[in-house]
């Protein structure tokens, strides 16, 4: 009876209480909002359905195609500066500028996506976005007035 006390408890105050930046900070270290422990992908970028150790349903997640814009922005402000750096220094021919630039972009890229998309995952998790909150938030149905009937024609 005292641990079903306490497991209503700690779920309540898992509920009240989300933090956005240490979710944030597990879903970049590729690892499950909630517990941190867990392991957030079962591939490179595949999202576990559910946490193996804490059992967080992962699945409500839509990051959708805002880790790869915010990768492009980062990648973009770090080689564009270093190129610009580069070719102010040494004027280096274009195709040492490709050479250094384009593995640079290329792994900094694939480095970054699940970081970022992990991030994000934690974000949504903490806000209750999409379902993490246990609620159907997205359902168009919610909230919304009944559809008006269609005339008889
Ligand atoms: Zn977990």
């Known amino acids: 009876m005292q641990q079903e006390t306490d497991t209503i408890i700690l779920s309540?105050?898992?509920?009240?209480?989300?933090?956005?930046?240490?979710?944030?900070?597990?879903?970049?270290?590729?690892a499950c909002p909630n517990c941190?422990?867990?392991?957030?992908?079962?591939?490179?970028?595949?999202?576990?359905d559910t946490?193996?150790?804490?059992?967080?349903?992962?699945?409500?997640?839509?990051?959708?195609d805002a880790p790869p814009y915010f990768v492009m922005t980062i990648t973009a402000h770090i080689v564009v500066g270093?190129?610009?750096?580069?070719e102010r220094l040494f004027s280096p021919p274009t195709w040492v500028?490709?050479?250094?630039?384009?593995?640079?972009?290329?792994?900094?890229s694939l480095w970054l996506l699940p970081r970022?998309?992990?991030?994000?995952?934690?974000?949504?998790?903490?806000?209750?976005?999409?379902?993490?909150?246990g609620k159907p938030l997205d359902d168009p149905e919610i909230g919304l007035p009944p559809a008006p009937h269609k005339a008889a024609s």
């Not at 941190?36 to 576990?48: C, I, Q, S």
């Not at 946490?51 to 959708?64: I, N």
């Not at 270093?82 to 580069?86: A, E």
Request: charged share 20%; glycine share 12%.
């Open 12 to 30: 309540e105050a898992v509920d009240s209480d989300r933090n956005v930046w240490l979710a944030m900070k597990h879903g970049w270290a590729t």
């Open 36 to 48: 941190g422990d867990g392991r957030l992908y079962g591939k490179y970028l595949k999202v576990n």
């Open 51 to 64: 946490c193996a150790k804490c059992g967080t349903e992962l699945f409500h997640q839509r990051a959708d």
């Open 82 to 86: 270093g190129i610009l750096v580069l």
């Open 97 to 108: 500028q490709l050479v250094i630039w384009l593995p640079v972009l290329a792994a900094l």
């Open 116 to 133: 970022v998309k992990g991030a994000l995952i934690g974000y949504q998790w903490a806000l209750r976005m999409h379902g993490f909150g």
